[in-house]
């Protein structure tokens, strides 16, 4: 079958991708067919006109092609993306728009069918579902809502350095691993800001190996967290909590991974390269690691630095992947190693989305034991 080149460009996009909206604002399920030829008064359908259609049937041959450009503007294709085009030319060639040599297309046709049952099913055979409502003009949909700042996804290349080359590089930018032991403390200050004007000073007190004190004063009040090796615990006017399981874990994870200059435990055997993705103006390498069976953890490093710029934790629950997000920026030296004077941290919930911005880091403070003691130190 040859088609004219004007008809050919109005069909932009694949046959059978994803619902369309114009099939589905007419369509009742199943059963639609014998509405669509009343609907044609007389005019042919596809079915009737063309070869293996098998989920648009009842459709007026008129309305096609619209429907594929309206398919195509909504994953962002062409007619090849699905079809096998003959020739060349991608306009004025020949077609072979009844093949089903593109596994696209058959993937299509399930999706076609998925959401004719969703609006048949549960909008009363209305059109409330269509491609566009899951794909915004990309072929890949999002599963979560996008974090601060919004990225594109991932993509991978044919040559990239090993999970262990990336991680040595990035413990040498940051002062060596044995950067955290250069100092036996850590004080840094400044402030951390949140929506609602619920912004605080904070102080954070490192001591080698394992303590430390994080403080947060605001006009609603203080609180404090203080970690000292296998135990913790939260003060403030409220009074005092002792943390133990998943919060005892979280808490010394977040000394570790929000504070010290090597952010991450994992070895190069846990890490599997994805391939690279842009932060903001950054070009950085993805590594990937399985914490448990509901739990991933993506690390994104500076391709040219070498320096932690992102760690993305999700996890997976009943309704929805659940993700967590911490954007490390504005490294300075400091000492002979590299902190970050930036800490975001982020989730789909807008009010828990945090900035710390530090003014002062120094090392070798003299502090006293006591404040990490977990029963008598000071609010």
Known sequence: MTLKRATCSIAS???????GLIVMSRMASTTAAAGWQQQAQGEKTVDQTRKNIQVLKGLPESQLFPLMNFVATSLGVKCDYCHVKKGDKYYGGDWAWESDEKQKKLV??????MVLDINGTNFDRKTSVTCYTCHRGSTHIARVPPLPPHDPPVTTETSLPTAEQILTKYVAAVGGKD???KFKTTVMKGVIERSENRNAQLEVTLKEPDKALITQTSPQGNTAMIVNGASAMVKSSAGARALSGRALEQSKRTAVVYYSPIKLSEQPAQLRVLGTEKIGDREAYVLAATIDPDTTRRFFFDTQTGLLLRELTTTRSMLAPLPDQIDFEDYRDVDGIKLPFVIRTSDTATYSTA????TEIKHNVAVNDDVFNVTTAPQ
Do not use: E, H, P, W
């Open 13 to 19: 996009i694949i046959y059978l991708v994803l619902f």
């Open 108 to 113: 299509g046709r399930q999706m076609m069918k």
């Open 179 to 181: 950067a955290a032991a």
């Open 355 to 358: 900035t710390r911005r530090f």
